[in-house]
């Protein structure tokens, strides 16, 4: 391989299958596989047109996108799995199969890093297997640049990278703190124009436009423990004709992939995102990508500002109604904790091949996760927490939790729509009051499959059923906004990000109800009551997503009794210690 693929190929794992019963299956034809090669134009697809190739995992740190090519598909792809050499096998959650690229697809989540796992995959009485190694969070260092101590006002351009085999790291010297402020003198504070690069421990300042520019078709670049700041133009709405937005803390142009962004803190750019009230917003991002390459990990950041230099989306990007977008394929983004947005918290729009969104806390936002469109699928929305929601300065009533949409492109003449890729959105947990007005957007939605999370809402919990391919709502907790305002009573006190189920809660039990105290007879009228916790032990088993619940069955929405809680942020990432711009 060359140029892009021999760089997209280090995060690919694909071994020539044992096969069992099964049986040869030939190329898959049709218009959609061929536009759709194209499209995506990474080793995954090349690969997977080889006649020996059935069945393969794409890793990240803590999950394998899974993919299994079959002609046809008479029943379920059943899942199972192990770490490689144990006796006993864990059942994942199915495949789901795309009839236009002849293919199972599905992910396996909750794994240990840079360990190899045994995967096996049952399908209409065949089976294949086939080993997946997750990725290592190490990553071996082949050249280290050390960045004077103190402050520089000049761009940092980083046009040499490193290989697989070692990266290049530019960090601060040892015991000093690195700033660049280039006063938006500049537009850039870093701009890196090469492979397996390793940005750590920098604090960048007052960028024009982004605090780092990563460029078109760059891949394998980690932006860790960095402190964002000050960025950006003074924008305004897109109805008084300002196009200049998406201004970011963190920018990947087009076909960039395979980024590692984590433990950074990103916060106040130097503008602000209009609300709605002046139309769409438009205005300053944490984080963007435009048609990402896919493999993306971005985990454990703290993403926030006031309302007045609000972003427009926290982490986002491009092009939402097509087969690549953001962040395309085989990505994770988990353990953030994003605020002060006046469009969405998280946009995932695009492909959504094989994408994992989980352990997020957002609030201070009008869509906590947008998904328009999920072209291909699946994507998993699992254990996140939503808290308030707004529409603008002066209007608290709230948007929705997860926005849904689609549309339809001509593809050589053919109408394609963009809307049949699955959604999962497992265990999570809406707080209210003052949370999303509706759990979905009204929107077009096909594929959706939604089980054991807290939806309490004012406005409407599920869209309308528009045809075929329908979708699959069951086992949520509803409710009305009296519901939603009892919520919080669901949770034990806690003065971090954790709650945890409390055993009962408040409920209003509505007619007259008698009492009798102390041989006293009397009535009250909707009085307020104490009931089970309807949470506790109420849910389904997903297998893969909630296999170590306790209890009779596990709970329902993002918290589990008896688990450790979710931590959210950089300060709460594993291992976490203070950078050079918090030490020096």
């Not at 396996?108 to 995959?121: A, C, E, Q, S």
């Not at 104490?530 to 993002?558: C, M, S």
């Amino acid at each position: 391989m060359a140029g892009g693929e021999a760089r997209a190929g280090r995060n690919t794992v694909v071994q020539k299958c044992r096969r069992g019963q099964a049986q040869s299956v030939g190329r898959r034809g049709g218009l959609l596989f061929a536009w759709s090669v194209f499209l995506v134009t990474g080793v995954w697809s090349t690969l997977a047109r080889a006649a020996d190739v059935l069945a393969r995992a794409v890793p990240t740190f803590e999950c394998l996108g899974l993919y299994y090519d079959r002609s046809i598909a008479q029943s379920a792809c059943r899942v199972r799995y192990r770490i490689a050499g144990d006796a006993e096998w864990q059942e994942g959650y199915p495949l789901v199969y795309d009839e236009r690229e002849r293919q199972y697809r599905g992910s396996l989540v909750g794994l240990k890093p840079n360990t190899l796992y045994d995967i096996r995959l049952e399908a209409d009485g065949d089976h294949v297997d086939f080993p997946g190694r997750t990725l290592s969070e190490e990553f071996p260092i082949g050249k280290t640049t050390y960045l004077p101590g103190g402050s520089t006002d000049q761009t940092l351009y980083i046009r040499d990278g490193g290989t697989a085999e070692g990266w290049r790291l530019v960090a601060p010297a040892p015991g000093t703190k690195f700033i660049s402020d280039v006063f938006n003198l500049a537009d850039h504070n870093v701009v890196v124009e090469a492979d397996y690069v390793i940005l750590r421990g920098l604090e960048l300042k007052n960028a024009g436009i982004h605090g780092v520019l990563i460029r078109s078709g760059v891949q394998h670049v980690v932006v860790e423990d960095c402190h964002i700041t000050g960025w950006g133009r003074i924008g305004g709405a897109r109805v008084w004709g300002v196009f200049g937005g998406m201004d970011s803390g963190i920018y990947a142009e087009n076909d960039a992939g395979h980024l590692i962004i984590q433990r950074n803190l990103i916060e106040y750019p130097r503008g602000g995102a209009n609300d709605w009230e002046s139309g769409h917003p438009s205005g300053p991002q944490a984080v963007s990508l435009i048609d990402s390459r896919g493999g993306n990990i971005i985990r454990y950041n703290t993403i926030r500002s006031t309302d007045d230099h609000g972003f427009n989306d926290g982490i986002g990007g491009g092009s939402n109604y097509s087969f690549k977008g953001s962040p395309n394929r085989d990505s994770d983004i988990y353990g953030n904790l994003i605020s002060n947005c006046w469009d969405d918290a998280i946009e995932s729009e695009g492909a959504n091949r094989n994408v994992r969104i989980w352990s997020n806390y957002i609030h201070h936002t009008f869509v906590h996760i947008a998904t328009a469109a999920t072209s291909m699928g699946p994507l998993y929305i699992f254990r996140n927490v939503f808290g308030e929601s707004r529409i603008s300065h002066q209007d608290p009533s709230g948007g929705m939790m997860i926005k849904t949409g689609m549309n339809y492109l001509n593809i050589n003449g053919e109408r394609v729509s963009t809307g049949l890729g699955y959604r999962f959105i497992f265990h999570n947990t809406a707080l209210q009051p003052k949370g999303g007005l509706d759990v979905f957007s009204s929107h077009e939605l096909h594929n959706a499959v939604s089980r054991n999370n807290i939806f309490y809402a004012r406005g409407r919990t599920y869209p309308q059923d528009r045809g075929a391919p329908h979708n699959d709502f069951q086992n949520d907790l509803t409710g009305s906004y009296l519901g939603g305002g009892f919520v919080r009573s669901m949770f034990l006190p806690s003065e971090r990000l954790e709650w945890c189920l409390a055993p009962t809660m408040n409920r209003i039990e509505w007619g007259r109800v008698e009492y009798t105290r102390n041989g006293r007879n009397f009535a009250i009228t909707d009085p307020l009551v104490q009931v089970t916790n309807p949470a506790i032990d109420r849910g389904v088993r997903l297998p893969g997503f909630n296999d170590e619940y306790g209890g009779a069955a596990p709970d329902i929405g993002a918290f589990e009794n008896g688990r450790p809680p979710l931590r959210f942020g950089r300060e709460m990432a594993p291992g976490f210690s203070r950078p050079p711009w918090e030490l020096y």
